[in-house]
């Protein structure tokens, strides 16, 4: 398959091409840079420039571009790079492939999204079909996910991967959390009773890849774990496998130096199920949180 992706520098990006190129995929990555290499072609998503003929090649587009919401703390500069570094590319992409003539379209649109639709669900547990939350980040995610509709009015399945926290040592959610576990000075996050929807970083790129496979799926798709947990029973868990104590609770203040922009994320209570993975019988790696954390520590 001639796959092209967008955001394929980042924390899940690299991975992904990784994987894909190791099934013997063709993977083209789309750069705002001048192109080093034969698989690499230029775009620029904030002017909404993109050659047609770079989408035309192409059997399916996947995009995971989109300013880090980890990387900083969120002002209101980075609060408008947050949304507008998603908008804009997928913006980009999507009215890119419905200017396509039909036959020369790709046949699906795996387009980035977040958990952050749901809000604050509280101990509500929701699957795709529940209405957005309220919030910045539901709103980026409305008005994200609203981008995509170009290409789906065109008659291209558009799957909207709504992820939620994928654990690695590497990056995300896990790895700002290492050192103060390591160091005993960690705990719960503010009150802990917040449900966090994780998922291991084995099971997001298969299912990514399951997922571009599945002609009968289309439409939003919870990429998460079959079994939250609360930040509580997450912070017992991840002490326990680092051998550490874990009886230092983190207020809700102290944690934007802790995590930054994920402080956002760590005090949300977001209890998401897989309802369409699954229905589809997707086969987790990881079902529960030990295997998961277990893969996260040990898998390069």
């Avoid at 994987?19 to 002017?47: F, K, N």
């Avoid at 420039?49 to 990387?71: I, K, M, S, T």
């Avoid at 990881?286 to 295997?291: D, G, M, N, V, Y």
């Amino acid at each position: 398959m001639r796959i092209l992706l967008a955001g394929a520098s980042g924390f899940l990006g690299t991975r992904l091409v990784d994987l894909l190129v190791r099934d013997g995929h063709e993977v083209t990555r789309l750069i705002r840079r001048e192109p080093g290499g034969p698989q690499e072609r230029r775009w620029d998503p904030a002017a909404g420039q993109l050659d047609p003929a770079v989408v035309a090649e192409a059997d399916a587009v996947v995009n995971l571009a989109g300013a880090g919401v980890g990387d900083k703390r969120w002002n209101d500069d980075y609060r408008r790079l947050i949304r507008t570094s998603r908008v804009d590319s997928t913006t980009t992409l999507a009215t890119t492939i419905a200017g396509l003539p039909a036959a020369d379209r790709p046949r699906v649109l795996l387009n980035s999204s977040a958990v952050g639709w749901y809000g604050n669900t509280g101990d509500r547990a929701v699957e795709e079909d529940a209405p957005a939350g309220e919030g910045f980040l539901a709103d980026v995610c409305r008005v994200w996910e609203a981008a995509t509709r170009p290409a789906e009015d065109a008659g291209v399945r558009v799957v909207r991967l709504r992820t939620g926290l994928p654990l690695h040592r590497e990056g995300g959610l896990l790895k700002p959390q290492l050192l103060p576990f390591k160091l005993g000075i960690a705990g719960r996050l503010g009150s802990g009773r917040q449900w966090l929807p994780w998922i291991s970083m084995a099971d997001w790129l298969d299912a990514t890849r399951f997922l571009l496979d599945r002609d009968d799926i289309a439409g939003p798709v919870n990429v998460v774990g079959p079994n939250p947990v609360t930040n509580a029973e997450f912070t017992r868990e991840l002490a326990r496998q680092l051998h550490r104590p874990a009886i230092v609770p983190i207020p809700a203040l102290a944690l934007k130096v802790v995590l930054g922009g994920f402080s956002h994320e760590a005090l949300t209570s977001t209890r998401v199920l897989p309802g369409v993975l699954t229905r589809a019988a997707y086969p987790y790696h990881h079902q529960t949180l030990p295997q998961a954390l277990q893969a996260a520590l040990t898998t390069p």
